[in-house]
């Protein structure tokens, strides 16, 4: 009985867990099988463990847990393929059955390949931007032909001024001798006829809705393809007593007079002046009309545009100023140095 013993074949599974130490003789083994029995020779019977997972298929591990398991546990299993045969198609991978390892994934559903395109068919359409419906192709530009870009809108600078009552007094008055009333970047301009200016000044000066009591500087402008109104004489006035600028403009052609105003802001004087001795514009009726910046003698008025501003320093210069030349000799020089030191 002894000889039989030791020739029986031992579960395979039984021997590692008997080397391992997993089993414990403290517990009772639970009834099994005598197909299961293992070591029937030795007096307490080694305890049957579950199966791990994927050692016996499907089938077979639900039965075994069944037996080895209590009722509220389950024995984890995967799917198990098979390597195929030469020659026999290889099976494709099963689903993972319940309480399945965690970590190994389903394989991923494969995309569906789109029907083959019968041949002589017209390409398809690619699909509209949202809110295109409706519209319209875009004819493609010519080939070589860069469109124009859109035209730039530059700010509105100078506008007609409208519902004032004291432009709209001034133009009662003088009527078509006001050329121009505008406004330009918040300033009031109007331009009047040589022949009514000065009598526009005095009507500014003295009305009483107006009283622009103080000039505040005379200047002019030169525009040489003007003809017959190449300078504009520009007056800037101030009322203190309404807190109220005006601008007034008159064209004279080159080469006549325009009226004095110092008999109405005396402070015009100095400043009709300038304009005579940068410009060259007469003033009728000033007091001392001569050069205030330059020599009585200097040739031409720098302020203008036709100016030739080269040389002309020079021209004056050799007519009035006695210089001679230095000779640069180096070797003189250190010969005084020489003998400073």
């Given at each position: 009985?002894?000889?039989?013993?030791?020739?029986?074949?031992?579960?395979?599974?039984?021997?590692?867990?008997?080397?391992?130490?997993?089993?414990?003789?403290?517990?009772?083994?639970?009834q099994?099988?005598?197909?299961?029995?293992?070591?029937?020779?030795?007096?307490e019977?080694?305890?049957?463990?579950?199966?791990?997972?994927?050692?016996?298929?499907?089938?077979?591990?639900?039965?075994?847990?069944?037996?080895?398991?209590?009722?509220?546990?389950?024995?984890?299993?995967?799917?198990?393929?098979?390597?195929?045969?030469?020659?026999?198609?290889?099976?494709?991978?099963?689903?993972?059955?319940?309480?399945?390892?965690?970590?190994?994934?389903?394989?991923?559903?494969?995309?569906?390949?789109?029907?083959?395109?019968?041949?002589?068919?017209?390409?398809?359409?690619?699909?509209?931007?949202?809110?295109?419906?409706?519209?319209?192709?875009?004819?493609?530009?010519?080939?070589?032909?860069?469109?124009?870009?859109?035209?730039?809108?530059?700010?509105?600078?100078?506008?007609?001024?409208?519902?004032?009552?004291?432009?709209?007094?001034?133009?009662?008055?003088?009527?078509?001798?006001?050329?121009?009333?505008?406004?330009?970047l918040?300033?009031?301009?109007?331009?009047?006829?040589?022949?009514?200016?000065?009598?526009?000044?005095?009507?500014?000066h003295?009305?009483?809705?107006?009283?622009?009591?103080?000039?505040?500087?005379?200047?002019?402008?030169?525009?040489?393809?003007?003809?017959q109104?190449?300078?504009?004489?520009?007056?800037?006035?101030?009322?203190?007593?309404?807190?109220?600028r005006?601008?007034?403009?008159?064209?004279?052609?080159?080469?006549?007079?325009?009226?004095?105003?110092?008999?109405?802001?005396?402070?015009a004087?100095?400043?009709?002046?300038?304009?005579?001795?940068?410009?060259?514009?007469?003033?009728?009726?000033?007091?001392?009309?001569?050069?205030?910046?330059?020599?009585?003698?200097?040739?031409?008025?720098?302020?203008?545009?036709?100016?030739?501003i080269?040389?002309?320093?020079?021209?004056?210069?050799?007519?009035?100023?006695?210089?001679?030349?230095?000779?640069?000799?180096?070797?003189?020089?250190?010969?005084?140095?020489?003998?400073?030191?």
């Amino acid at each position: 009985m002894g000889d039989e013993t030791k020739d029986t074949p031992q579960n395979d599974n039984s021997g590692d867990r008997e080397q391992s130490g997993i089993e414990k003789k403290d517990q009772p083994a639970q009834q099994v099988s005598s197909a299961d029995q293992v070591g029937a020779d030795v007096p307490e019977k080694a305890k049957v463990l579950p199966p791990e997972s994927g050692s016996l298929p499907p089938d077979e591990a639900e039965k075994t847990a069944k037996v080895a398991l209590p009722p509220d546990q389950k024995v984890k299993t995967e799917a198990k393929v098979e390597s195929a045969l030469p020659g026999v198609e290889k099976p494709s991978l099963t689903s993972m059955v319940e309480g399945a390892s965690e970590t190994t994934q389903p394989a991923a559903p494969s995309k569906p390949t789109p029907p083959a395109k019968p041949e002589g068919a017209p390409p398809k359409a690619p699909p509209r931007a949202a809110g295109a419906e409706g519209a319209p192709p875009k004819a493609a530009p010519a080939a070589g032909h860069k469109p124009a870009p859109p035209p730039k809108k530059g700010p509105t600078i100078t506008v007609d001024i409208t519902g004032d009552a004291l432009i709209d007094r001034i133009k009662e008055r003088f009527g078509e001798s006001i050329t121009e009333a505008v406004a330009t970047l918040g300033q009031q301009i109007i331009r009047v006829k040589r022949e009514s200016y000065l009598e526009l000044c005095r009507f500014l000066h003295d009305d009483e809705e107006a009283l622009f009591d103080m000039c505040c500087d005379l200047t002019a402008t030169h525009w040489p393809d003007k003809a017959q109104e190449e300078f504009d004489v520009v007056i800037l006035l101030y009322s203190v007593p309404k807190n109220r600028r005006l601008r007034v403009k008159a064209s004279i052609p080159d080469g006549e007079a325009i009226p004095s105003v110092t008999a109405i802001w005396s402070g015009a004087d100095w400043m009709e002046r300038e304009v005579f001795d940068m410009f060259g514009i007469r003033f009728e009726g000033h007091p001392d009309l001569r050069r205030i910046l330059l020599p009585q003698d200097w040739p031409g008025h720098p302020l203008r545009k036709d100016y030739p501003i080269e040389y002309r320093d020079n021209e004056w210069t050799d007519k009035h100023l006695d210089y001679r030349e230095i000779d640069y000799n180096t070797d003189l020089i250190d010969v005084k140095y020489g003998e400073r030191r």
